[in-house]
């Protein structure tokens, strides 16, 4: 299966995503599509290296399509990286849409947890239309208030999944579930 994220999520959020495959012994490769971040695609082509993980570039629809439909029959774990946008300007959200229309798989929203809730419910909507169902929280460690975490997820019906909790990479990443969520909330 291959997941799509984008959005919010930083170089060490991905790396984080990844060595946590490495840990489950998932077979796992990552696949960037951003070209607009400087240095982006070397810093998460450097990590996997690090966790000997394949690494793949492809900078249009057509390579994403070709890599991605050969990379699934490889590896149990496709992580497509798409660059971070601004969900508010349309050519932005039409690129990353192009790379979605061409993947139809899991898509992830990843979105920084101490993000205004009226904007964050308004840029899930805008992912939920790109086909995102899932919700990764990111910089949830820097933040008291989670509404805008609570708010996207029940107002945009996305399911939590993961939420990145410390800068650590082999640590970072905890399971939300609603036992930890009510921790967090209570705390």
Do not use: W
């Not at 192009?98 to 798989?105: E, L, Q, S, T, Y």
């Amino acid at each position: 299966s291959a997941c799509l994220v984008g959005s919010e999520m930083c170089i060490r959020d991905r790396a984080k995503v990844a060595t946590q495959a490495k840990f489950k012994n998932i077979k796992t490769c990552i696949i960037s599509t951003d070209h607009v971040r400087a240095g982006a695609n070397k810093q998460l082509e450097a990590f996997a290296k690090i966790l000997d993980i394949d690494f793949y570039f492809c900078k249009d629809e057509k390579s994403l399509y070709e890599t991605a439909g050969e990379a699934q029959k490889l590896y149990t774990l496709v992580l497509i990286d798409t660059p971070g946008i601004n969900p508010f300007i349309e050519s932005e959200v039409e690129r990353i849409a192009k790379f979605a229309d061409v993947v139809k798989n899991e898509a992830f929203l990843t979105i920084d947890a101490g993000r205004n809730t009226y904007e964050a419910v308004e840029i899930s909507e805008i992912f939920a239309k790109l086909g995102a169902r899932h919700l990764l929280a990111t910089r949830l460690d820097l933040t008291r208030r989670i509404g805008a975490v609570l708010s996207v997820a029940g107002c945009g019906k996305f399911s939590l999944c993961s939420a990145s909790v410390s800068s650590s990479i082999a640590n970072g990443l905890a399971a939300i579930d609603s036992r930890s969520l009510a921790r967090l909330v209570l705390s």
